[in-house]
């Protein structure tokens, strides 16, 4: 079992990174993939999920133990696999979601990608008082999954005005969704994204 990798990420997508180790890349992917540097410089350590099946060995990465603890509760929920596991960190930072459960705030449950009513519930019902290892965050309106940003959605529109495709622009709003800017920083930023790719 690989606990952790330690090394640079010489390759990233919208759904993995390659990371570099003494020479061997390994294929992790990742919630958040375009939030790390493509820099060979930049040396991480990357916290690893390895999920066996008998047709593939996939490596699941986490910027820390908790989120990955996280991770493999969820995959315990009837219903929830490693798609929908890593949907549900993506969409929301692992207070949030931990808050959800143990408010049993079903509606905002419902809110994350591929999670409807009787899942939610699942969740609840299944994780409920057993995730004491993240501090719960209350779910308050500013601490909530954004469902519109009207700046992102703005310089989303702007992307695409200047000739993007659909699916840089759903990459770019993927990796700037967690970050609070202004619509033309959000455009900056998506920009430089698309030349470190």
Do not use: W
């Amino acid at each position: 079992m690989i606990e952790s990798l330690y090394g640079s990420v010489v390759y990233r997508d919208h759904e993995s990174v390659t990371m570099n180790v003494h020479g061997v890349g390994y294929h992790v992917l990742c919630a958040d993939p375009l939030t790390y540097q493509v820099n060979e410089a930049d040396l991480f350590t990357i916290y690893i999920y390895t999920h066996v099946r008998e047709d593939a060995i996939r490596l699941y990465g986490f910027k820390t133990r908790e989120e990955r603890v996280l991770f493999s509760r969820l995959l315990q929920v009837s219903g929830i696999g490693p798609k929908g596991a890593l949907a549900v960190l993506a969409e929301g930072n692992a207070a949030v979601v931990v808050g959800a459960i143990e408010e049993e705030n079903e509606t905002l449950l419902t809110k994350f990608p591929g999670i409807g009513k009787k899942t939610a519930r699942q969740m609840i019902l299944d994780l409920k008082g057993k995730l004491d290892f993240v501090q719960a965050a209350s779910v308050e309106p500013d601490t909530r999954i954004r469902l519109t940003n009207d700046a992102l959605d703005e310089a989303m529109d702007a992307l695409r005005a200047l000739g993007y495709g659909e699916r840089e622009v759903k990459k770019a709003e993927k990796a700037l969704k967690h970050e609070d800017l202004e619509s033309d920083e959000y455009v900056r930023r998506a920009l430089r994204l698309f030349v470190e790719r």
